[in-house]
């Protein structure tokens, strides 16, 4: 994608378009392997100023987590893991943007469970496309490395030959599709 087409994100708010983005992640099982996951409810904006200066927020309603397995995803939701009842959204609020050569960095607040830690999340900027008739759209990939037991997830179910059950690493990968507000 050339530098011009990159450089088309003009001025306004950009909504997040749930149908085309994908916000999943990624822990370590068993020691061995990997569970993988994602949201199917969130929702964000990011807005860009005139003099080019920017901010992005957004929401996930966490019992829209899904695993493919409804067993693991009921747990997901209790008091071990999300405690959906009590805390039904995750938010995140940016605190800047930095450039990262072709490609930013956003800093920002993440808050898990009622407690709010700072993220940095490595974006890409994929470019902006006309769109499909309802205006222009713009593609970003993003992730970051987080830690549960920071956010309050703090559950250990350890092995018996060491070990535990689920890491505390917790890989957030964004497929983001926005969409331009008229």
């Not at 997901?76 to 943007?97: I, M, N, Q």
């Not at 689920?166 to 331009?180: A, C, M, P, R, S």
């Amino acid at each position: 994608m050339s530098t011009e087409t990159k450089n088309a994100l003009t001025a306004g708010t950009w909504v997040i378009d749930p149908a085309h983005s994908t916000l999943g992640f990624s822990v370590r099982h068993l020691m061995v392997s990997k569970v993988r996951g994602r949201f199917t409810d969130f929702s964000g904006k990011l807005v860009i100023n005139e003099d080019g200066s920017a901010s992005a927020e957004a929401e996930i309603r966490v019992a829209s987590v899904t695993t493919d397995n409804e067993q693991r995803d009921a747990h997901l939701r209790t008091a071990d893991f999300f405690h959906a009842e009590d805390f039904p959204v995750a938010t995140f609020k940016s605190t800047g943007f930095r450039v990262n050569g072709d490609d930013f960095v956003v800093d920002g607040d993440f808050t898990i469970r009622g407690n709010t830690k700072p993220v940095s999340l490595d974006v890409e900027f994929l470019g902006v496309n006309p769109g499909m008739g309802h205006g222009p759209v713009a593609g970003f990939e993003a992730k970051t490395v987080i830690s549960r037991r920071d956010f309050g997830i703090d559950i250990e179910m350890p092995l018996p030959d060491g070990g535990t059950v689920i890491g505390d690493k917790i890989t957030l990968t964004l497929e983001i599709e926005v969409g331009q507000q008229a």
